[in-house]
């Protein structure tokens, strides 16, 4: 949802492959949630972001940091 920071901090992702890097310089990969491994998803590591565009991460109440999707030009996709 627009506005919302998805919770995208390189601590909650495992098998982490890069795929790609957007217009704007971020770098895309694919991954898993350790909390969910059987999901994989594509879109942008928190803390890199945050060197590029820090005003599109949050620091989220369990301290994690989140993306603001709408900030950046890559979106989160779950790919399977």
């Known amino acids: 949802a ?8 390189i601590k ?4 982490i492959k890069q ?5 704007a310089g971020h770098k895309i990969y694919e991954w898993n949630y350790i909390s969910a491994p059987n999901s ?14 820090p005003m599109a991460v949050a620091i989220q109440e369990d ?4 993306v603001y999707y709408d900030k950046i030009d890559v979106d989160m996709e779950l790919i399977s």
């Open 40 to 53: 994989r998803y594509r879109g942008v590591i928190a803390q890199e972001v945050a060197k590029i565009k």
């Open 63 to 66: 301290n994690m940091l989140g």
């Open 2 to 9: 627009a506005g919302t920071a998805g919770g995208s901090d």
């Open 12 to 15: 909650l992702k495992e098998n």
């Open 19 to 23: 795929v790609g890097k957007s217009p």
